[in-house]
Nanobody
């Protein structure tokens, strides 16, 4: 089984910064795409940023020019640097990791439990 754990959330003032971390652990043969999503109260979960297995990245419209996604392949970790935070960035941030447990297996998506980010003065 693969376990995904996010950390780094908290309360921050508007204009501030946070860095989220996500670690995948367990019986992992290989990791593929890694991504961050956000779910705010009353809204659907939306993509914030994704780093593909190739290393290419893509950002959701709300994250462009303010957030940076990066990864540590050796440690099966993905990070989200968030700057110039706004109240509308408030929500639960979830990490999704595509991973295969066995050689030749098609990678599946594994989700973490989420970490709360609150942007408020």
């Amino acid at each position: 089984q693969v376990h995904v754990v996010e950390s780094g959330g908290g309360l921050v003032q508007p204009g501030g910064s946070l860095r989220l971390s996500c670690a995948a652990s367990g019986s992992i043969f290989s990791v593929g795409d890694m991504a961050w999503y956000r779910q705010s109260p009353g809204t659907e979960r939306e993509l914030v940023a994704i780093i593909y297995n190739s290393g290419n990245v893509k950002y959701g419209d709300s994250a462009k020019d303010r957030f940076t996604i990066s990864r540590d392949i050796a440690r099966n970790m993905v990070f989200l640097g968030m700057g110039s935070l706004k109240p509308e960035d408030t929500g639960v941030y979830y990490c999704r990791v595509e991973a295969a447990i066995w050689r030749g297996e098609v990678r599946q998506s594994f989700w973490g439990q989420g970490t709360q980010v609150t942007v408020s003065s």
